[in-house]
């Protein structure tokens, strides 16, 4: 190995150790990293122009290699650390990794443009929340992929008959409400291609999508009982994980904030002086002040004094393991907090059922529709009008007598 290359393995393992990685984690992914460098310099490849296909290439022929050497093949997910280990490495060479991908011919540039345009328009023109506006752009760049894979050259001649095509293709694996988002979406992308002149018709009109009836469905939720019985199950739970955990669920189970809402909370949102607790809702950029209840100051106290790692970020919760930033999402926690508990929801399993609990519960306290908005973070009052169904059983308390119904076999 070059100089250089000592130098690029001893910058990467002060950088995992600055970072907070385990001296072993950092220590095995510098000998993969290694490995990956003498393959590179075999191919004389310089690592400055590795790209992703060259990654997977490495990975096969380190599984092969190790297969030969152990005659058998490594588990499933063995490749999840050299990877992770290469990945380290080249965000170290080329600033950020996956790289960003670069356009390889005209439609490429003009359809990264649009994209780039569109992205700040709904930032900055439309205010959305930064999940809505990623989910506009995925439908964004995969309509104006399809486009260009279609041999469409141009906007100009895009027709009704090339949504329809979309459409119909996105269509099958999707259920009704997905289907209807697609087309919002799609929707919100024609109208910026028609207000910017890239389109001489607005198409938006046309884009056909199923009808859904309001309140056609009933969301999941928890009964209380179901809510203790999975805060107990946490509670038991001691290690960094169970910690964090339990303060999670007890802010959905006292509050019920959104995912993003607990995801992004900083340590200077709550005030341990006057026990209130500092809400950002990131749907709606509003804010709200809530009393810091005694449950949950406990669990997030005894998660900062005993569980949280020492790490320069504000977000209250964070990774158990490095690098440990703020969390990526919450469902895949809340879903097998249910599960360990026993508690198993008739539809979805996220923390969404935890909110809609927790409006039910607000419901039948006779709490006014306005003030449940308030606190749920909600714009208007029409978001907070699907809970309504949601307290059956009270509907059922009220339900008047049909003369002649005990007539009936």
Request: aromatic share 8%.
């Amino acid at each position: 190995m070059s100089d250089n290359r000592y130098e690029l393995i001893a910058a990467l393992h002060s950088s995992l150790i600055s970072q907070r990685y385990s001296p072993v984690v950092a220590r095995n992914y510098c000998t993969y990293a290694s490995g990956f460098l003498d393959y590179l310099g075999q191919r004389s490849i310089p690592v400055a122009d590795v790209i992703d296909v060259q990654v997977e290439q490495y990975l096969r022929h380190a599984i092969a290699l190790f297969e030969k050497q152990r005659g058998r093949r490594p588990s499933a997910r063995w490749h999840e650390v050299p990877r992770s280990g290469i990945h380290a490495l080249l965000r170290l060479v080329h600033g950020q990794w996956p790289p960003a991908i670069k356009p390889t011919c005209a439609a490429d540039e003009v359809r990264f443009s649009i994209c780039a345009e569109y992205e700040i328009w709904l930032r900055e023109e439309r205010g959305l929340a930064r999940a809505s506006i990623a989910a506009l752009m995925w439908e964004a760049r995969n309509f104006l992929a399809w486009l260009i894979s279609r041999g469409i050259d141009g906007l100009a001649g895009l027709s009704i008959v090339d949504v329809d095509r979309y459409m119909d293709l996105r269509a099958p694996k999707l259920t009704r409400c997905s289907l209807k988002s697609v087309a919002e979406r799609l929707r919100s992308l024609l109208r910026y291609l028609h207000i910017t002149g890239r389109v001489t018709m607005d198409l938006s009109g046309h884009v056909l999508a199923p009808t859904l009836y309001a309140y056609e469905g009933v969301p999941s939720v928890l009964d209380r009982a179901q809510i203790v019985a999975v805060l107990e199950s946490t509670k038991n739970d001691k290690t960094s994980a169970g910690l964090r955990d339990y303060a999670i669920l007890q802010l959905l189970a006292a509050y019920g904030l959104r995912s993003g809402e607990i995801r992004h909370l900083r340590i200077e949102d709550i005030d341990w002086r006057t026990e209130a607790i500092h809400v950002h809702h990131n749907k709606t950029r509003a804010s709200t002040f809530l009393p810091l209840l005694e449950p949950v100051g406990e669990a997030v106290l005894a998660y900062l004094r005993s569980g949280r790692p020492l790490t320069d970020a504000r977000e209250i919760f964070v990774r158990t393991r490095a690098p440990y930033r703020k969390l990526d999402k919450l469902y895949s926690m809340v879903r097998r907090r249910l599960r360990d508990a026993g508690v198993q929801p008739s539809g979805k399993c996220g923390p969404h059922i935890f909110r809609h609990a927790h409006a039910v519960e607000m419901l039948r306290a006779a709490v006014p529709q306005k003030v449940i908005g308030d606190l749920l973070g909600h714009r208007s009052t029409g978001s907070t009008a699907p809970y309504l169904k949601l307290a059956t059983e009270d509907l059922r308390a009220i339900a008047l007598d049909v003369p002649g119904m005990e007539l009936l076999p």
